[in-house]
């Protein structure tokens, strides 16, 4: 089953300095049908405004990993740690128990990124956030692990949760396969261009949550960016 979420049917606030797309219930947009898919409880189509962003909160229990797409986010936390993740680099934050972060854009540019939660395996632990390259070159004509609960994914910034978070850039006429599980819950997402999956289009952002499939062969008809999401 490939179900189309199109990008224009999206929940969303434009808060000014916040443009936000919503693929599943998240804030004041709810939808009983879109709580989630599987471990997946949120991804959000994030566009923020320059020098501008997301003063100190609250996380716990959740497994949070921020995709930038253009631009770049500034990270600050209670535990110290501090960052600047920029386009084609991924971070990821482990809530555990309980952590407070801040997020920027401190950037002349507006930015960009996908912000995906996922549910741990367990609740509690200690609380972690790390950040990683991965240079949109290695991932031309083929899906590379950007973050994963299984192990074995070397390279791949830990998450506590059975699930991997995958990215490929493919040139029209290319074609990148993945091993889907009939019994996982995947989400897909390309973030520029258009795309067949096992033969159902998708354009721009728009989502395709999937189940029930054994395989995945994904077609670009432009150039394409894509995020995939495998999960329990």
Do not use: C
């Not at 309980?98 to 395996?121: C, D, K, S, V």
């Amino acid at each position: 089953m490939i179900e189309i979420r199109p990008f224009s049917g999206l929940g969303g606030a434009d808060h000014g300095w916040l443009k936000a797309r919503h693929h599943f219930s998240f804030a004041e947009y709810y939808d009983p049908k879109k709580m989630g898919w599987g471990a997946i409880r949120v991804w959000n189509d994030d566009e923020i405004a320059p020098n501008t962003g997301f003063p100190p909160h609250p996380h716990a229990d959740m497994e949070i990993v921020t995709y930038v797409r253009k631009g770049a986010i500034t990270h600050q936390d209670s535990l110290g740690n501090k960052g600047r993740t920029e386009a084609g680099d991924v971070q990821v934050m482990s809530a555990g128990a309980g952590i407070r972060h801040a997020e920027y854009n401190l950037e002349p540019e507006t930015t960009t990124l996908f912000q995906i939660w996922i549910m741990p395996t367990r609740s509690g632990g200690e609380p972690s956030w790390g950040a990683k390259p991965f240079p949109k070159a290695d991932r031309s004509g083929q899906f590379v692990t950007l973050a994963s609960g299984f192990p074995g994914d070397d390279g791949a910034l830990p998450i506590r949760t059975d699930a991997r978070v995958v990215g490929a850039t493919l040139k029209a006429g290319e074609s990148a396969s993945y091993p889907a599980g009939a019994t996982r819950h995947l989400y897909l997402v390309p973030a520029t261009g258009a795309i067949e999956v096992n033969g159902v289009k998708l354009d721009a952002r728009d989502g395709a949550a999937i189940t029930g499939e054994t395989a995945l062969t994904i077609k670009a008809l432009e150039d394409s960016e894509l995020v995939l999401v495998d999960a329990a």
